[in-house]
Each structure stands twice: as structure tokens, then as C-alpha cells.
């Protein structure tokens, strides 16, 4: 659960010269490091295994000296904590306040630093305009958020939290019951699509709490939508795990299996917003053992903990992070740069062999081309075979952009293959389930034989005015 601005209830840099001559912290193994491989810091030592450590900033804490010295030395990424958010970026509908945004962007880049976006659609901390609206005009204020927000970001984003907790907690495995939820099941893949469409080279995740525990309903959930996703081309390139971990909602002996799995679908993983719990020594090893398990998997690319020192934590009697309220080390830091370094590999005690490409028991094994069972034979060169005809609707519309569905139905005769014509004045480079070439969308690889009487379809982010639909020419 992302954090905000006021606690919500839950279930749960130089290069370092010298030596290592003794790693104090036990966990599983110690070994020695080689002085030359050891990174001095976070950053450097989590770029030196090719993953960036990342930490979660408020904007009015830039002023602090220490807090701001911390950040700089220590992480190579930042997330904002609140200052990105809907309620901060559209406090009124159409007008938007990109001020204390800014200002984080602009520091972590003048600094050399990476962006995490947080976050573009969120059933929470929704602006008050928005919360009263419901059904085609909220889906519709949504997508133009997305758009809008994306937009001015472009290009200075390294990965979007395009959706944020959209599944519910317990056993159920549902959606979460949400205004956002309740303007369609396609909510999700909307948002999407309008970021690709928005912010085309930012990588774009799904990002939850409880979901560290593969075993858990809502992970499995959660994982088969992704796969989903994977398979029907929608623009998904990273998961992000929050990882807040407390006594309530412990670190789960499979967390790696977790990480695996769902890389294994052929997204990155990324630990978001992770902070434990605890103190001393039993703090330390599980936050080594987090680390460890990122190590282990190519495609978990990054770590971000959830504030920089004890007292800037969103549950700060906690003690959950890596600088005490002074700003000192704790045994935790030591431990994460010990790991990062190599000089800590712990291994979870029931989960020893993790593999990249694990089979989970409820789930079809994961491949990273997904191949839909039912699509038939790849057609390069449409032959249509007979007529066809096709339909365009607009299923959301907002300022400068609108969401078109085109169903696409064979003739008595039946065709192997389809070319749509759109509308004079529709431009579009963003389109799913079709490949399109100026005004011209043919079928996808997978999508183009229909029998006779058969229908498939395809949507594209239009920019502009929506045009009235009606019939468009197929051929």
C-alpha cells in the first residue's frame, strides 16, 4: 500500500580503496571482498551489480542539509512521496500543479539521478472533483490525467507507476471495489495505453503491497493479469512490489520465488517502497536477505526504500529504515552495502533453489514470448479471402485525446487477412492488436483469419477530436 502524506491502517560517489578485512554482520555466509569491487556506497555498489538503489524524497525536505547530503551520496534514484500524486498534480479538474514535482525531477537530474513516477492512477489520495465522479466521465478525467501528467514528464521519467493497488487484500483475489474499478474491467489496460501513448519511453509498471508471499491469492492475481497483459501486447514492462514488511506482513521464505515468476513472464521487478520494521541485528538480515534475493534475479533491476532516515518514515515508531533519525548508519545500512558487495549472500532457509523460470502450481508455466492458444497461423500479407466491414466506436474521450475500438467482422466467404482505413483526420501511432502505417491498420500477426461471420478487434489512442464513428472502409 503506498504510503501517504498521513499513516493508512494495514494488514500487515568514490569507490572504497581499502580492504575489507572482517564483515562483522553474520547472516548466512561471509566472505571476503576484493577492495577494488567494493562500492563505497549504495549507489555505487548497486550499479557495480547493475541495479540502481533508490529512495523515496519529499520536496520540503530538500532544504534540510543533512537529509539532502544523505540522498545524494547514498542513491542513484528517487521517487517523490506524495508531490506526484493525483491529488498534488490536479487539485482541480483540468488545472494542474506540477510545482513540488518539479522540483524533485529537477533536483534527481541535476544530480545525475533517475525517476521513478508515482503514480498516474490510484484509487486513493484522488482529488476531491475527482472522487464524486463516477461511470464514462471519470474514466474519461482518468485517461486525460494519465495523458496530461505523462506528457509533462516525457522523457525525464525512467519508469511510471502507471496503476497503483488496484486488487483487494484477503483470499478473494478480485479487483479492489473502487470508483476507478467500477468504470470498467478495462480500467487498467486503458491506463496503460494512454501512458505508452503519452510517455513512449518510460517503462511502465503495475505496482502492490502484499503481493511478496507467491502463495497468496492476491499475488497469484496479480501475476495472472500480467501475463494477460504479456500476451495480448498491452504496454506493461515492470511489477512493482512495495515490500513494507512489519510483524504483521513478514518477509516470506519464497520472496525470491515471487521476484522469479513474475520476471519470468518477461517484465522487470522492482522492489518499490520497501521499509522494515524491527531494529538491530533481526532487522539487518532480513533486509540483507531482501537484497540477496534482488541479486538473484536478472530482471529485478532496482530497490527503493521508502524514505531516507527513521524519522521521515511514514511509520517512523517502526524504526524501518537505514539512517536512524540523525542520520547514522544503522546495522541495517551495513548490511544491505555488505550484500550489494558480496560480502553477504544469504539464502531464504525454505526456499533454497530458486529457479528463473519456476513453475507455480496454479498457474501455467510462464514463457517470455506468450503465445495465446487460440490465435491462428502469423499472416504477413493480408489476402482477404472475402468482403469485410468495420465499425468504429469511441469508447472515452478527453481533452486532445480519445480511446477508438474498431470491430472488424468477415464476410459469407470468410479472410485471411484485413486492411482498415480510418477516418480523414484521425492520427494515431498507438495501437493495439493491429499495426498500423499512416492511416492504414492491418491485422496482427495473430489476429487476421476470421471464418465466415467472424468479428476480432482492434483500439488505438487517437489525439485530437474523436471523430462521430460509423462504418470505415475494410477491405
Partial sequence: MTPPS?????????????????????????????????????????????????????????????????????????????????????????????????????????????????????????????????????????????????????????????????????????????????????????????????DPGAKLCYNDYNTDNWNWEKTQAVYSMVRDFKARGVPIDCVGLQSHFNSGSPYPSNYRTTLSSFAALGVDVQITELDIEGSGQTQAETYAKVVADCLAVTRCTGITVWGLRDSDSWRSSGTPLLFDSQGNKKAAYNAVLDTLNGGVTPTPTQNPTPTQNPTPTQNPTPTQNPTPTQNPTPTQNPNPGGACSATLTVSSSWPGGYQGNVTVTAGSSGISGWRVTLPGGVSTNNVWNGQVSGSVVTNAPYNGSLGSGQSTSFGFIGQGNAPSGGTLTCS
Fill in 6 to 198: 498521513t499513516l493508512r491502517r494495514r494488514r500487515h560517489g568514490a569507490r572504497g580503496a581499502a580492504a575489507v578485512a572482517v564483515l562483522t554482520l553474520a547472516v548466512t555466509a561471509a566472505v571476503a571482498v576484493p577492495a577494488q569491487a567494493a562500492g563505497s556506497t549504495l549507489k555505487d555498489a548497486a550499479a557495480d551489480r547493475g541495479r540502481y538503489f533508490g529512495v523515496a524524497i519529499a520536496a520540503n525536505k530538500l532544504s534540510d542539509s543533512t537529509y539532502s547530503t544523505i540522498a545524494n551520496r547514498e542513491f542513484n534514484s528517487v521517487t517523490a512521496e506524495n508531490e506526484m500524486k493525483l491529488d498534488a498534480t490536479e487539485p482541480s479538474q483540468n488545472q494542474f500543479n506540477f510545482t513540488n514535482g518539479d522540483r524533485i525531477v529537477d533536483w534527481a537530474l541535476a544530480n545525475g539521478k533517475t525517476v521513478r513516477g508515482h503514480t498516474l492512477a490510484w484509487h486513493s489520495q484522488q482529488p476531491g472533483w475527482m472522487q464524486n465522479m463516477s461511470g464514462t466521465a471519470l474514466r474519461a478525467a482518468m485517461l486525460n490525467h494519465v495523458t496530461q501528467v505523462a506528457t509533462h514528464y516525457r522523457g525525464k521519467i525512467h519508469s511510471w507507476d502507471v496503476v497503483n493497488e488496484a486488487f483487494a487484500d484477503g483470499s478473494s483475489g478480485a479487483r479492489r471495489d473502487s470508483n476507478l474499478q467500477r468504470t470498467g474491467d478495462d480500467w487498467i489496460e486503458a491506463a496503460f495505453r494512454a501512458a505508452r501513448a503519452a
